[in-house]
Nanobody
Framework: QVQLVESGGGLVQAGGSETLSCSAS????????MGWYRQAPGQERKFVAAISASGDNTYYADSVKGRFIISRDNAKNTVSLQMNSLKPEDTGVYYC???????WGQGTQVTVSS
């Protein structure tokens, strides 16, 4: 069974940076697109960023475009989200997702203090 495990996160000051990582089990990682989503308190889970299987194509929500960078290392079965110029509104639980099969990680909390 495929598992996604996020790491990173925590308390960060506004304007700071943080990098999240997602480690995936399974042998098909390099064939599948991956994404990051976040859920703020009292809100629905929303799309943040996605990356194609090869890593050649990336997609971002308007709210994070120019500040966040999604990347992947297919040799290590990991996908990362580098978050820069963090804002309090970036606070939430961040989830890694595998598109195929709609598989989610357990999430990791990011809190941005003003």
């Amino acid at each position: 069974q495929v598992q996604l495990v996020e790491s990173g996160g925590g308390l960060v000051q506004a304007g700071g940076s943080e990098t999240l990582s997602c480690s995936a089990s399974g042998r098909t990682f390099s064939l599948l697109s991956m994404g990051w989503y976040r859920q703020a308190p009292g809100q629905e889970r929303k799309f943040v960023a996605a990356i194609s299987a090869s890593g050649d194509n990336t997609y971002y929500a308007d709210s994070v475009k120019g500040r966040f960078i999604i990347s992947r290392d297919n040799a290590k079965n990991t996908v990362s989200l580098q978050m820069n110029s963090l804002k309090p509104e970036d606070t939430g639980v961040y989830y890694c997702r595998r598109d195929l099969g709609d598989i989610w990680g357990q999430g990791t909390q990011v809190t941005v203090s003003s």
